[in-house]
């Protein structure tokens, strides 16, 4: 199929091309879009057959379930059965990166979710994504746009990678602000009924950000540890490897000395990629170094990250190093991810 790309990042400039984008995706077709946190790989989350087309065109495993986007967190009511406390979230960070898993209604098929009876809906704050799900006029089922495996595509020019020839539309947007996919939590109930949280992916929403809304909030083991062999997760998707660049990646654990004195050696030695602090810039040789932001500026290296590993494998560096993130605040979010990419290498210097 020819992918056609609509360059779009003022809605009100663009109200033909996403009405045409709109009923591209109610007749079926599928459209990336940006959001604030990685571009998503859209169809239509009332339709099985979208959703079919979704994994085909990443290759991604139809037991992954989809998260599907809303323009107004009021609409979550018609895909799921909403609480008080879905409420309580969506007042305080909605719209905006925040995913939550409710039980699902009947016009949410089950090949959106993967078999499951619950529903993963979030309502993202990119005014080009509300314009687009407001102009489908259906809910948008949409994974992030990148073949499975692959990082997430933070960039128009990473879709175009990944998937020119397999969706009819990719709506470029620029590169997205937060560049780590949402966080995602489920509503559960405890022995009296009272509602709590599961963290089950972390992202841009800490999980103290959350304790301000529920006072309790459980982290799920696998987001920061390995699974056990044959362990069943509590999403699917953290079974998967993610992320992972070609070449191995391995996460540095010391202090900054001491791994600085560690990279300087390996470069002198080996074909390796870093991903350095800007800090670290002039006191390593340029060859293959990729700048990831200040050492104490989290969000700037959460922007980076996907790009970054994308860089890091065009290197065709032997092995690529980088720092061992801390796991406090957007911290968390970036352990996450790279010790998926990584696929739990840590050396501890
Ligand atoms: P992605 O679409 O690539 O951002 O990944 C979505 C993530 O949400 C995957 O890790 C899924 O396993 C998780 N997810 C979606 N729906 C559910 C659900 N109903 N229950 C648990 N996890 C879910
Ligand atoms: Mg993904």
Redesign the pocket.
């Known amino acids: 199929m020819k992918t056609q790309v609509f360059t779009i990042h003022d809605p009100q400039a663009a109200q033909e091309q996403l009405l045409d984008a709109g009923r591209i995706l109610r007749a079926g077709g599928l459209v990336v879009f940006p959001t604030e946190t990685?571009y998503?790989l859209g169809g239509d989350g009332t339709s099985p057959q979208a959703a079919a087309d979704i994994y085909a065109a990443k290759g991604?495993p139809s037991d992954?379930?989809?998260?599907i986007h809303i323009a107004d967190p009021e609409d979550a009511d018609k895909y799921a059965y909403t609480t008080e406390l879905y409420f309580a979230l969506a007042k305080a960070f909605m719209p905006g990166p925040l995913?939550v898993?409710m039980p699902?209604r009947d016009n949410v098929p089950s090949s959106v979710?993967?078999g499951?009876d619950?529903?993963?809906v979030r309502c993202p704050s990119h005014p080009v994504a509300r314009a687009l799900i407001r102009a489908a006029g259906t809910c948008v089922a949409?994974?992030?746009a990148n073949i499975s495996g692959k990082p997430?595509p933070t960039d128009a020019r990473h879709v175009v990678q990944d998937l020119d020839g397999k969706v009819d539309v990719i709506i470029d947007g620029g590169e997205c602000e937060i560049g780590l996919?949402?966080t995602?939590v489920?509503i559960m109930q405890d022995e009296q009924d009272e509602p709590y949280l599961v963290l089950?992916?972390p992202g841009a929403i800490t999980h103290d950000a959350l304790c301000c809304v529920c006072r309790r909030v459980d982290i799920a083991p696998a987001v920061a540890e390995k699974l056990a062999e044959n362990e069943r997760?509590?999403?699917?998707?953290?079974k998967?490897r993610h992320y992972a660049p070609t070449a191995p990646l391995v996460l540095l654990d010391g202090n900054d000395d001491q791994v600085l004195a560690f990279l300087r050696a390996e470069q002198a030695s080996k074909n390796c990629c870093v991903l350095c602090y800007d800090e670290e810039i002039d006191a390593l040789s340029s060859g293959t170094l990729i700048p990831v932001g200040a050492r104490d500026d989290l969000a700037a290296q959460a922007k980076r990250l996907f790009a970054a590993l994308r860089e890091a494998d065009a290197t065709n560096a032997e092995i690529i190093y980088a720092h061992l993130p801390p796991m406090q605040g957007l911290g968390l979010a970036l352990y996450n991810r790279m010790i998926r990419a990584a696929a739990h290498t840590v050396l501890k210097i």
């Open positions: 990685v998503g991604r992954n379930p989809l998260i995913t898993i699902k979710t993967g499951l619950s529903v993963a949409a994974p992030s997430s996919e949402s995602i489920k089950l992916r997760p509590l999403s699917p998707g953290m998967y």
